[in-house]
């Protein structure tokens, strides 16, 4: 919600290119997730981060909570990338997440 | 296999009706959430379980009430449905408090 600033809100990338999702948070979060709602609707899980960096494959995320943002890069982006990518982040009670509205990223040939 | 089981995929109700979401996970967790999705709106925090009792409660309407028979189960019942509910509904689980959470693939809810 309010809590959450995600952008870009749509990004269009050519294979083989990368580039990076950011989320801002207006308060100090504890931890953020990442995931990727793929063709059926589910959510799948991405990145928890309590603090620092994760990397798994071509992607990559960033969790700051005193600068208050995370961000998810991508690299070598494939085809089956596409998809839209939220990022969700809690305060000190993290079972209550705040998502943001969602990255739409559409990797082409 | 999915984990989470939401049931149904998709379900119509017509105003005024009541209708149960079914949520069932069985990835070992001990807590159990319901986030709801409204059109052009990010997900939103609905109530958050832990060994069955109620521990977050950020829904302002008393129609919504869930219901754990089983520490696996997740219940959702919706009272006095409205055209405003419609809305997907997401179960999702967690092992313990401030861990990954794991999500269903939702329940599409339409009121008419």
Redesign the interface.
Known sequence: ?DQ?EQSPSALSLHEGTGSALRCNFTTTM??V?W?RKNS????I?LF?LASGTKENGRLKSAFDSKERYSTLHIRDAQLEDSGTY?C?A?MS??????????TKLTVEP | DPKIIQKPKYLVAVTGSEKILICEQYLGHNAMYWYRQSAKKPLEFMFSYSYQKLMDNQTASSRFQPQSSKKNHLDLQITALKPDDSATYFCASSMGDAETLYFGSGTRLTVL
Not at chain 1, 40 to 43: A, D, K, N, Y
Request: hydrophobic share 35%; no cysteine.
């Open positions: 919600g959450v504890r931890a997730q995931f059926r609707g589910s959510l899980n928890y939220f969700a809690g009670n993290y079972n209550v997440l705040y998502f943001g509205s969602g």
